[in-house]
């Protein structure tokens, strides 16, 4: 369906017309669009552009739900106030409309008028084990287990013929990396050392590694991370850590790949690492204006296409093109170059230390492509948030901030707002990825931990596998990008600090 709104609302007069953008090729970038003009739109236009948008949000479901009746029952249906429970239809509830984590906020009288409410079903044995505390009733039943494990979290100890039971279950994954990282759930971290590690594949295996450590069971964390089947960088370097066996370091040193694994390996024995250029010779016409977002869009599309990534880097031969090149080669080299590019922008008023951490935050954020767009509509060079832009930068067209110039403008300050709150390159990086209030509430308690594995056990506790990577990533880039800037400095120096 295509439709034209007749009165468009003025923040939307220097950016793309909604028939252009139902034009658009699915993606992120479109869906972005959509949302724009479904937050803007007042008539009754607003259920046909909820409908175009291919990756559907439950707050996006919100504000069709302020317009249309049939749409807010929907939304309250699976957004149940647990105060008012009892207005809606039990069937609401148990459609996954009740939340069990709801229950720590209610007594135990309301909990009883819920259960009698209800009929009986999955959602009413599950809500009588929580209020009876009769946990065990959920062991031979993985599904009612997980439902309670992983939603209500309750801190207690599973024997060891239940735990080797659960572990059966691909869900496993997400209470180990939960309960590890959760200070309330000691009787569960406990009773994950009575496990059968050898049954895990290696990922699961390096998170009971660190439960261990966490218990002092230091010698267990060593005999699990030994049975990993393919060792990953992490791996050697948290054997390297319990065991000092040099073996384990040269593992790392001989990997080219720079990681923050590897950097450290690298520092500590003194070794030189290898950072790898890449000639341009501006022979090729660019193929993509890097800075338009359907360019981009077509960019990995052909990506995807391509079998000869070497043939393909050549036809990127530009510096207009010198990030989608260095994405190729990377792809062509299958990960085993360096390539830390520093394309060329207005950083005048940054010093050095500031430089590169917006080099390193760029590097990880869009690789240097400035006409991103994520799936959380983060857009841009710098991947800056809708809401970001609007408190800071009300007055910019959105559209201008696909423009590596108006992006890195405004992410300046950002970021200079950021270092001036929490100084230390790794916690603005976890702030610039996951929010400075993310960071105050999830982050830095984690930092309290002591111990001769610090600060890498606190890096391996940050609760978001994403921040916790992301973290890591920036930090090793912000090294790499000082030195290239002529301040030397090394992961060593930042992490005693």
């Known amino acids: 369906m295509r439709f034209i709104l007749f009165l468009l609302p003025i923040f939307l007069l220097a950016n793309p017309s909604l028939d252009e953008v139902l034009n658009y090729p699915k993606s992120y970038y479109r869906d972005f669009w959509l949302t724009e003009y479904l937050k803007n739109s007042k008539n009754e236009k607003a259920e046909?552009?909820?409908?175009?948008?291919?990756?559907k949000k439950s707050w996006q479901l919100k504000l069709l739900a302020n317009r249309?009746?049939?749409?807010?029952?929907?939304?309250?249906?699976?957004?149940?106030?647990?105060?008012?429970?009892s207005d809606y239809p039990y069937?609401?509830?148990?459609?996954?409309?009740?939340?069990?984590?709801?229950?720590?906020?209610?007594?135990?009288?309301?909990?009883?008028?819920?259960?009698?409410?209800?009929?009986?079903?999955?959602?009413?044995?599950?809500?009588?084990?929580?209020?009876?505390?009769?946990?065990?009733?959920?062991?031979?039943?993985?599904?009612?287990?997980?439902?309670?494990?992983?939603?209500?979290?309750?801190?207690?100890?599973?024997?060891?013929?239940?735990?080797?039971?659960?572990?059966?279950?691909?869900r496993f994954r997400y209470l180990l990396r939960l309960t590890i990282r959760n200070p309330k759930l000691n009787n569960i971290k406990k009773s994950l050392l009575n496990i059968n590690y050898k049954m895990l594949n290696d990922k699961d295996k390096f998170d009971l590694a660190l439960n261990a450590i966490s218990l002092n069971r230091n010698n267990l964390a060593i005999k699990i991370l030994k049975s990993a089947k393919h060792k990953r960088n992490r791996d050697n370097f948290w054997l390297y850590l319990l065991t000092k066996?040099?073996?384990?370091?040269?593992?790392?040193?001989?990997?080219?790949?720079?990681?923050?694994?590897?950097?450290y390996i690298y520092?500590?024995?003194?070794?030189?690492?290898?950072?790898d250029k890449i000639k341009i010779s501006n022979k090729a016409k660019p193929l993509y204006n890097i800075n338009n977002p359907l360019d981009v869009i077509k960019f990995y599309k052909d990506k995807y296409k391509i079998k000869n990534y070497y043939q393909f880097a050549k036809?990127?031969?530009?510096?207009?093109?010198?990030?989608?090149?260095?994405?190729?080669?990377?792809?062509?080299?299958?990960?085993?170059?360096?390539?830390?590019?520093?394309?060329?922008?207005?950083?005048?008023?940054?010093n050095v230390s500031q430089k590169a951490l917006f080099y390193a935050l760029a590097r990880q954020e869009s690789r240097f492509i400035p006409a991103q767009t994520s799936r959380?509509?983060?857009?841009?060079?710098?991947?800056?948030?809708?809401?970001?832009?609007?408190?800071?930068?009300?007055?910019?067209?959105?559209?201008?901030?696909?423009?590596?110039?108006?992006?890195?403008?405004?992410?300046?300050?950002?970021?200079?707002?950021?270092?001036?709150?929490?100084?230390?390159?790794?916690?603005?990086?976890?702030a610039y990825n996951g929010g400075i209030g993310f960071t105050k509430r999830k982050v830095l308690n984690y930092f309290k931990f002591k111990g001769k594995f610090e600060p890498f056990f606190s890096m391996e506790m940050v609760p978001y596998s994403e921040s916790r990577e992301y973290g890591k990533k920036v930090l090793t880039n912000y090294v790499i990008y000082k030195t290239l800037l002529g301040e030397k400095t090394t992961l060593h120096q930042l992490l005693n600090r």
């Open 91 to 170: 069937t609401c509830i148990l459609e996954n409309g009740f939340k069990l984590t709801d229950l720590k906020k209610m007594d135990s009288e309301e909990i009883k008028s819920l259960l009698n409410y209800i009929p009986k079903s999955k959602i009413k044995k599950e809500i009588e084990i929580i209020f009876n505390k009769n946990y065990k009733r959920s062991f031979k039943n993985l599904d009612i287990f997980y439902d309670i494990f992983l939603k209500y979290t309750p801190n207690v100890e599973i024997s060891e013929f239940y735990i080797n039971n659960i572990i059966k279950d691909r």
């Open 48 to 55: 046909n552009i909820y409908n175009e948008i291919t990756h």
């Open 376 to 430: 959380s509509y983060a857009i841009g060079l710098m991947q800056m948030m809708p809401f970001l832009i609007r408190n800071f930068h009300s007055k910019e067209d959105m559209e201008s901030f696909f423009r590596a110039d108006v992006n890195v403008k405004y992410a300046k300050k950002h970021l200079k707002w950021l270092i001036k709150r929490l100084k230390h390159p790794l916690f603005v990086s976890y």
């Open 315 to 350: 036809k990127l031969d530009n510096n207009k093109t010198l990030p989608l090149k260095a994405l190729i080669l990377d792809k062509a080299f299958k990960y085993t170059k360096n390539y830390y590019i520093m394309p060329n922008y207005n950083l005048k008023d940054l």
């Open 68 to 85: 249309y009746a049939h749409y807010k029952n929907i939304y309250n249906c699976k957004h149940i106030n647990r105060k008012n429970w």
């Open 245 to 263: 066996d040099k073996k384990y370091a040269k593992k790392l040193l001989d990997n080219k790949r720079l990681d923050f694994y590897t950097l």
């Open 267 to 275: 520092e500590k024995f003194n070794k030189k690492y290898k950072l």
